[in-house]
């Protein structure tokens, strides 16, 4: 879908068509989210905080955007577009979703079963491996470097199906890091904050470091062959300041959403996750004499 947008032409007919999938994947995407929070405040007579609503539809947003017409057009001519769209797609996007906690209203909105089979499966160690932050970060790092430093960015841009594949990477595993990293909804043995913020730091390190190089070989560098040294320079810059720009707001979120749980302040409503996990306790029955007898 998304190679298919590159290849709209100048047509505007054509050019409004394209903006369609966007427009309803985000339609879907928040509908969605609405419907689970509707669920949610019914089963628990809980208002749900209207600024992780608003969260996700900005999360929604940024997905329709990275994927509209004129940036992935954009992405497919210019290095600068093309750093731009994985910006929306890969950082920005994912904060924004991740803080508006959906696991929970979801988990709420599921019937008990299917809620303590979602649970399980988030509880079994393939899972627990997979989100941990070191996990995510490495994952993270090396499709960035995979990107740069192979053909894989010369297959992107001319392959819609490889560029299509590469949106979704990117999407998926910014969600997993940013969740790990920061995510307000409950999980399963979250990893302590100092694991959490190095792994931050990891990231934004490697990230940095990656746009720096991309810079310093902009006349030389192979996979980017065919275009202009000065675009790609500031294609490298916008990456350094853009991917600072977003991890700054997961360190914010992450000391935000600590200091609400240890404050006691949360907006984190009790999900159905701690409770479906949870077994029922016992009545408590208290020992009975007998009556004495009459002699």
């Not at 090396?142 to 010369?154: E, R, S």
Request: hydrophobic share 50%.
């Amino acid at each position: 879908m998304i190679g298919v947008l590159a290849h709209g032409g100048h047509d505007p007919d054509v050019a409004l068509v394209g903006w369609l999938p966007g427009l309803l994947l985000a339609c879907v995407l928040v509908m969605s989210y609405l419907v689970a929070v509707g669920r949610f405040t019914r089963r628990t007579l809980r208002a749900w905080p209207a600024a992780r609503t608003a969260a996700f539809a900005s999360g929604s947003a940024l997905i329709a955007l990275g994927i509209a017409p004129p940036v992935h057009a954009l992405a497919a001519a210019d290095p600068r577009g093309h750093v731009l769209q994985h910006l929306l797609l890969g950082m920005y996007a994912p904060v924004a979703l991740v803080l508006a906690a959906p696991m929970t209203p979801l988990l709420a909105a599921l019937p008990a079963r299917a809620a303590r089979g979602v649970t399980s499966v988030l509880r079994s160690r393939p899972a627990r491996v997979l989100t941990h932050p070191v996990t995510a970060g490495l994952v993270t790092v090396a499709g960035m470097y995979a990107l740069y430093f192979t053909p894989l960015y010369a297959a992107s841009v001319h392959d819609p199906v490889v560029g299509s594949a590469l949106h979704l990477h990117v999407l998926m595993t910014g969600c997993v890091l940013a969740w790990s990293v920061a995510g307000p909804d409950p999980a399963p043995a979250r990893p302590g904050l100092r694991l959490r913020i190095g792994v931050l730091v990891g990231v934004a390190g490697a990230h940095a470091y990656l746009a720096k190089t991309l810079y310093a070989r902009a006349a030389t560098w192979p996979t980017v062959a065919g275009h202009d040294r000065e675009e790609i320079r500031q294609a490298a810059q916008l990456m350094y300041y853009g991917g600072d720009g977003a991890e700054l707001l997961l360190a914010i979120a992450l000391f935000t959403v600590r200091r609400a749980r240890r404050g006691g302040h949360s907006s984190q409503p009790k999900s159905l996750e701690s409770r479906s996990m949870t077994k029922p306790s016992r009545p408590v029955r208290m020992p009975t004499g007998r009556k004495p007898t009459a002699a």
